[in-house]
C-alpha cells in the first residue's frame, strides 16, 4: 500500500469541506504546510472536521495535502509520514514526533529511546525497575509543606489521582523523578482566602496534573495533547465529557506548542478520565514530549514525602 497525496492551496480557505464531496472518504492521514515553511502530519476519521479545528489555532497554513488511509491503519502510516517529513522540515507537532527523531534529548540517558517507545506504546505501566534520586537537603525543606497537606484533610484526594496518573502517564517515574518531573505540595500559586493549591506535577515548564481546594470542595484538571485525544476519540469523546459535567478548555502553554487541551472536575471525575485510552494516550504524548524538551523547571520545590506516597 503507498498512500497518494494531493495538495490544496488553503491561504484564503477557512474550511476545506469543499474538496470533499459526499464520495470523498474523509478518513485519512494530512500535512499541514505553513507559512514559515513549517509543517505538521496527523491523522483523522473526520478530516474537515480536524483541519476547521487548526484553523482555528493557526491562521499561517497555506497549503493541506491529504491521502486516503483505513481507519484501522491511521497509527502506522501517521508514523510513516512523520518519519519522511521530519527530515525535511519542522514539525509543529512534536508531540507526534517518534523519540530520536528531533535529535538527542537529556531523557535518553536516562531512558533508552527503544524504552521510549515501549512505553509509548505500552496499553498500560510498564516496569521501571529504577532507583531514585534522592535530595535529603530539599526533602527537608519541604517537609512542613506536606504537613500541611496532611492536616487539610485532601491528602486522600491528591493521592487518589496523582498516583494512578504518574503510574500509567509518566514514563519511568522513578529513573525520572525530580529531574524530569516534580511534584509540589500546597504551592502558593494563585491562593486567595477561598482557593488553595493542594499539589502540582509538572513537567518542563508545564503543570500536567493540578489539585485544589475551593472553599471545601476538591477539584483538579489535567493537560493532554489536544491533537492525540482528538485523534484517538475521533473528536467524539469532548462532548461526552462536557455532557458528563468536565470543563474542557484549550490550554495556553508556549512549551505545548498550541497543542494542549485541559480538562477539569473533581477527583472522582479526574480518577474516571484515566480509564479512558483516548485521554491516557493524549497524556503520555504530552508528557513524554515535554521530558524530550528539556528537564524540570520546578525540580527546587519536589516534595519527596508526597511523592514517597505516589510512588508506593
Known amino acids: 500500500?503507498?498512500?497518494?497525496?494531493?495538495?490544496?492551496?488553503?491561504?484564503?480557505?477557512?474550511?476545506?469541506?469543499?474538496?470533499?464531496?459526499?464520495?470523498?472518504?474523509?478518513?485519512?492521514?494530512?500535512?499541514?504546510?505553513?507559512?514559515?515553511?513549517?509543517?505538521?502530519v496527523g491523522q483523522a476519521v473526520d478530516v474537515v472536521r480536524r483541519f476547521a479545528q487548526h484553523r482555528h489555532t493557526w491562521e499561517d497554513i497555506v497549503d493541506f495535502c491529504f491521502a486516503d488511509c483505513p481507519r484501522e491503519e491511521l497509527d502506522r502510516w501517521e508514523q510513516l509520514t512523520i518519519r519522511d517529513q521530519h527530515p525535511t522540515r519542522i514539525l509543529r507537532n512534536v508531540v507526534d514526533?517518534?523519540?530520536?527523531?528531533?535529535?538527542?534529548?537529556?531523557?535518553?540517558a536516562v531512558a533508552s529511546i527503544d524504552e521510549q517507545e515501549k512505553w509509548l506504546a505500552a496499553g498500560g505501566s510498564v516496569p521501571d525497575g529504577g532507583t531514585r534520586h534522592q535530595d535529603l537537603q530539599l526533602r527537608a525543606a519541604h517537609h512542613a509543606a506536606y504537613q500541611r497537606l496532611e492536616a487539610?484533610?485532601?491528602?486522600?484526594?491528591?493521592?487518589?489521582?496523582?498516583?494512578?496518573?504518574?503510574?500509567?502517564?509518566?514514563?519511568?517515574?522513578?529513573?525520572?523523578?525530580?529531574?524530569?518531573?516534580?511534584?509540589?505540595?500546597?504551592?502558593?500559586?494563585?491562593?486567595?482566602?477561598?482557593?488553595?493549591?493542594?499539589?502540582?506535577?509538572?513537567?518542563?515548564?508545564?503543570?500536567?496534573?493540578?489539585?485544589?481546594?475551593?472553599?471545601?470542595?476538591?477539584?483538579?484538571?489535567?493537560?493532554?495533547?489536544?491533537?492525540?485525544?482528538?485523534?484517538?476519540?475521533?473528536?467524539?469523546?469532548e462532548a461526552e465529557l462536557r455532557a458528563e459535567g468536565y470543563v474542557v478548555?484549550?490550554?495556553?502553554?508556549?512549551?505545548?506548542?498550541?497543542?494542549?487541551?485541559?480538562?477539569?472536575g473533581q477527583p472522582e471525575m479526574l480518577?474516571?478520565?484515566?480509564?479512558?485510552?483516548?485521554?491516557?494516550?493524549?497524556?503520555?504524548?504530552?508528557?513524554?514530549?515535554?521530558?524530550?524538551?528539556?528537564?524540570s523547571f520546578q525540580w527546587r520545590w519536589h516534595n519527596y514525602e508526597l511523592a514517597d506516597r505516589l510512588l508506593e
Open 249 to 264: 478548555e484549550d490550554a495556553e502553554y508556549r512549551t505545548g506548542a498550541g497543542d494542549v487541551v485541559r480538562i477539569d
Open 271 to 295: 480518577s474516571a478520565l484515566l480509564t479512558r485510552p483516548a485521554v491516557v494516550d493524549a497524556a503520555k504524548h504530552l508528557n513524554l514530549n515535554l521530558m524530550r524538551r528539556g528537564r
Open 1 to 40: 500500500m503507498v498512500l497518494k497525496f494531493t495538495r490544496h492551496d488553503v491561504r484564503r480557505a477557512t474550511s476545506i469541506r469543499q474538496f470533499f464531496p459526499p464520495s470523498r472518504s474523509r478518513c485519512g492521514i494530512y500535512i499541514l504546510g505553513f507559512a514559515d515553511g513549517q509543517g505538521y
Open 97 to 108: 514526533v517518534p523519540p530520536g527523531r528531533v535529535g538527542p534529548a537529556d531523557l535518553d
Open 152 to 237: 487539610s484533610g485532601h491528602l486522600a484526594d491528591v493521592v487518589q489521582v496523582f498516583r494512578p496518573y504518574i503510574g500509567l502517564v509518566v514514563p519511568y517515574p522513578r529513573r525520572t523523578e525530580r529531574e524530569f518531573w516534580a511534584v509540589s505540595a500546597m504551592p502558593s500559586t494563585n491562593r486567595t482566602r477561598r482557593h488553595q493549591r493542594l499539589a502540582a506535577l509538572s513537567i518542563n515548564n508545564v503543570e500536567t496534573l493540578v489539585m485544589y481546594r475551593y472553599d471545601e470542595e476538591t477539584f483538579g484538571f489535567l493537560n493532554l495533547s489536544k491533537s492525540v485525544f482528538v485523534d484517538m476519540s475521533g473528536g467524539s469523546e
